[in-house]
C-alpha cells in the first residue's frame, strides 16, 4: 500500500542551555552551515534540513540511561570510521558515556547539552 505523505520534515528542535554552542557543536560534525545565532536561538542547516537549538531557562539535560522514564528521541549519525568520528566528537565536546549498548556495533555519545546520539559505521554497497 503507497500512501502520500502528509507533511515532510523541515527542522528538528533540540532543547539547550547555550543555543550557539549547540549549533557550532553539530555545524561541525555534520559539515552543515550555521545560518542563525543569538542568546536565545541558533540554526544549522545542511540541504532541505534544519536542526535548531533554543534556550530554556533551567534546561536538564536527559540522563543516559534514564531507567526513571521513556526513552526520548536521539539522533542516528553514519560514519565512516567508528572510531575516528567518536575521537572528533569528542575533541568538538561529545562525551563518552560508561552505559554503550551496542557494543562494538556503534557508539552513544552525549552532545554538550547531554543529549544523547548514536554513531554507527556506514553500511558498505552491495
Known sequence: MTTSPVASMSMLNLDCHDPGAMAAFYAAILGWEVTYSDEEYAMITGGQTSIGFGRVAGFTPPDWPDTA???????DLQVDDLSRA?????????????????????????DPAGHPFCLSPKKAAS
Open 69 to 75: 522514564a521513556a526513552k526520548r528521541y536521539h539522533l
Open 86 to 110: 567518536e575521537t572528533a566528537c569528542c575533541e568538538l565536546g561529545a562525551n563518552v558515556p560508561d552505559f554503550q549498548p551496542g557494543g562494538n556495533r556503534w557508539r552513544v555519545l552525549t
